[in-house]
């Protein structure tokens, strides 16, 4: 006979539960949570006695509102230094080396920047796309201003050239 004719016919059965470590491990967990829940419930509760209704901003990613900060004329002096050195030479100045040289930089012999002075990368690239902006739009402008030059130099010969006849 079989081990399961053995327990159908003497109905005598003995079941082992056993608990895997993964299982133990889910159990434990568990219990954990439950008890950091009970302090944080209870933690919150604190508060909110000792608190007044101040309604809370959510959410984690809330952008903060910085104020707006303008160069001084001693930082704008230096960034449209080192813009034009780059548009000089040819290779344009990286804006994270422009940030790391801030405080070293000598004025007659002392240093030109404070710590306030410093700027961050991403101040320095902001400005520098801001200057090539305007160069660009003064190139279009010079563009534009030569095309209207030619065109009132050849309608004045144009003019020269009827009045010449009558």
Known sequence: MTSLDNHLLLGKCNVHVEKKVVDR??????????TINAITIQSDD???????????????ALKVKKPKV????????????????????G??????????????ILKDGQKRFTREHFLTTSQVASYFSRLALKDRRND??????????????????????VLSHV
């Open 25 to 34: 491990c889910k159990v434990m967990y568990n219990n954990k949570l439950q």
């Open 46 to 60: 604190l508060e909110k006695e000792n608190t007044t209704d101040v309604p809370e901003e959510r959410g984690w």
């Open 70 to 89: 303008l160069f001084t004329e001693a930082q704008k002096q230096y960034l449209s230094e080192k813009f034009n050195i780059g548009k000089v030479t």
């Open 91 to 104: 290779n344009k100045e990286d804006p994270a080396k422009v940030s790391r040289d801030m405080p070293y």
């Open 140 to 161: 279009i402008q010079d563009q534009n201003d030569f095309t209207a030059a030619s065109a009132d130099k050849k309608l004045f010969g144009l003019k020269k050239k």
